[in-house]
């Protein structure tokens, strides 16, 4: 492969058909100062290997990478990321996650760029950048799990884009300990998106869109479920999540709501207790078992 450091000293090809060389230097000159930086790293990384030590730095290093289609630099900032996040700094990565896309082509830019290079043959024609970070964002929402009832009270979460949002509210292994919480995060990050969208609270409905079901509202005490929750719901839904909420206080069959919304999540906190109690039951039997044994064993060794 052959590297170009310095082009000769002639007359410019283009010269003559009206290329105006000055947009070409000031469309280049924006890129400079990145791609400038990337070959000072490159050429570190070549001498000596690659330590990352801090996170907002890999973030950074990350974007780079992608522009640039580095993916052996990517995947070393996801692995750095994938050792480094905890319930601390998880919200920081997963909401930074949905900027990470595929670079596009630049159709109006002389210069040339090489292809990226795959390590991976089955990588390649895909969306390689979702791909290599499928796996951080899948331990990012774990993490969200079990820490759903602090991190879910964060600010950072009502700045995160629609999707990033729903896919945590509507996980069934979110571990929180009411379905207030969730109902309290979809509305005032519903609150912050009509804000954004300099629209009315009065559109809270169409702003929220399944998020309006993301609760599961069939979960909450009856003291809980609020007429202030009819803001997001229509009247008719509000009237049967008020109802099965009635007939279950008084031990009654009802049918199961729509949208999950009865469904109980697979790991809350009332879960894990009832969960524990059985593992202590079962152990309690275990040892009753045991003396048992011990007990004829000791009457067979008697009278034998």
């Not at 052959?2 to 070409?24: A, H, I, K, Q």
């Not at 580095?70 to 998880?90: G, P, Q, S």
């Not at 008020?242 to 009654?252: C, D, G, M, P, Q």
């Amino acid at each position: 492969m052959v590297v170009v450091t310095r082009e000769p000293e002639t007359e410019p090809m283009l010269g003559d058909t009206g290329f105006d060389e000055t947009v070409c230097f000031s469309n280049s000159a924006q890129n400079s100062w990145r791609e400038q930086a990337y070959r000072d790293l490159t050429s570190i990384m070549k001498a000596a290997p690659l330590h990352i030590n801090s996170l907002q730095t890999c973030l950074n290093l990350l974007t780079t990478a992608i522009s640039l289609q580095d993916i052996t630099l990517v995947k070393r900032c996801i692995e750095y990321l994938n050792k480094t996040i905890n319930n601390e700094n998880v919200l920081l990565v997963y909401g930074f996650l949905h900027k990470c896309q595929m670079p596009t082509i630049d159709p109006n830019r002389l210069q040339p760029s090489a292809p990226p290079l795959f390590e991976d043959e089955h990588l390649k024609g895909t969306n390689w950048v979702q791909t290599l970070i499928e796996d951080l964002r899948d331990n990012c929402l774990v993490i969200i799990d079990e820490h759903a009832d602090h991190l879910l009270k964060q600010p950072e979460l009502l700045q995160l884009p629609y999707k990033d949002i729903h896919d945590i509210v509507t996980r069934d292994t979110l571990r929180v300990s009411s379905e207030k919480i969730v109902y309290n995060v979809i509305y005032h990050w519903g609150l912050e998106e009509c804000n954004r969208m300099t629209l009315s609270k009065y559109h809270l409905p169409e702003v929220l869109r399944q998020l309006r079901y993301a609760p599961r509202y069939g979960l909450m005490k009856k003291k809980e479920f609020k007429r202030k929750m009819e803001e997001i719901l229509e009247e008719k839904e509000w009237r049967r999540i008020k109802f099965y909420l009635e007939e279950k206080s008084k031990n009654r069959h009802v049918d199961e709501l729509p949208n999950k919304m009865s469904k109980p999540r697979l790991l809350t906190s009332n879960t894990k207790t009832n969960t524990k109690a059985q593992l202590n039951a079962k152990e309690r039997l275990t040892r009753c078992e045991r003396c048992i044994i011990n007990v004829l064993a000791c009457w067979t060794a008697i009278f034998d």
